[in-house]
């Protein structure tokens, strides 16, 4: 386990209860996960934001809330795993817009992915999500000038981020979240198998037997 690793396990750790969207699984809450079963067409769409390799053979899916202090947690995590497994794995985005002003950051990201700066935009509004997404009152001005900050063109991107594709785009993944019962962030999928024991280590023992498979 490298180093950067160890440390993003920790400070995932000492969080202990994240707020927001986040959420610690219950025995009654691990019965109720256990029970779900995902629908492959449900999880993966073509318009989905992947990082990592296109066609590699492990896929974690993530429902993914830009607002959400958990997704922000464990955002390294799922970076390490993806430098980990360069060849091996890929993470597929789906939008989980659970909180106020979750749905315009979506739009920042999808305008920045049609200019090629989803990663950049994403990064940056995940590392500084206490400037704008406080809970109730969030701060999309400064949402947005964060990811002019991060190299996006924000005239032509404002235009494209109400264009009626985002629209479905929105409605698509809000469709998707119900259809795989999702109801906190971040919720995990890897190989279509849900992430039950919620923890990082969970996360990494479950990509790492998907990967082992394919060895």
């Given at each position: 386990m490298n180093r950067a690793l160890v440390i993003t396990l920790t400070a995932l750790a000492a969080l202990g209860v994240f707020g927001g969207g986040?959420?610690?699984y219950t025995a009654q809450q691990k019965e109720h996960a256990a029970s779900v079963t995902a629908s492959a067409d449900t999880l993966v769409r073509a318009h989905s934001p992947i990082l990592g390799k296109e066609d590699a053979p492990v896929t974690?899916?993530?429902?993914?809330?830009?607002?959400?202090?958990a997704?922000?947690?464990f955002f390294p995590l799922v970076k390490n795993i993806l430098a980990t497994y360069p060849d091996d794995?890929?993470?597929?985005?789906?939008?989980?817009?659970?909180?106020k002003g979750s749905d315009e950051?979506?739009?920042?990201?999808?305008?920045?992915?049609?200019?090629?700066?989803?990663?950049?935009?994403?990064?940056?509004?995940v590392d500084k999500q206490p400037e704008?997404?406080?809970?109730?009152?969030?701060?999309?001005?400064?949402?947005?000038?964060?990811?002019?900050?991060?190299?996006?063109?924000?005239m032509g991107a404002r235009l494209d981020s109400v264009k009626p594709e985002v629209d479905q785009v929105l409605q698509t993944d809000l469709a998707d979240?119900?259809?795989?019962?999702?109801?906190q962030t971040p919720?995990?999928?890897?190989?279509?198998?849900?992430?039950?024991?919620?923890?990082?280590?969970?996360?990494?023992?479950?990509?790492?037997?998907?990967v082992d498979k394919t060895s």
């Open positions: 986040a959420y610690y974690i899916v993530e429902f993914f809330d830009p607002s959400c202090e997704c922000r947690a794995v890929r993470v597929v985005i789906r939008y989980t817009t659970f909180h950051a979506v739009r920042i990201l999808e305008a920045a992915r049609k200019q090629d700066k989803f990663e950049p935009v994403l990064a940056a509004l704008w997404a406080t809970h109730g009152e969030p701060d999309m001005k400064r949402a947005w000038n964060i990811a002019g900050e991060a190299g996006l063109e924000l979240v119900k259809a795989n019962n999702v109801e919720t995990f999928f890897v190989n279509g198998k849900l992430l039950v024991n919620f923890s990082p280590q969970g996360l990494i023992d479950l990509v790492k037997g998907e």
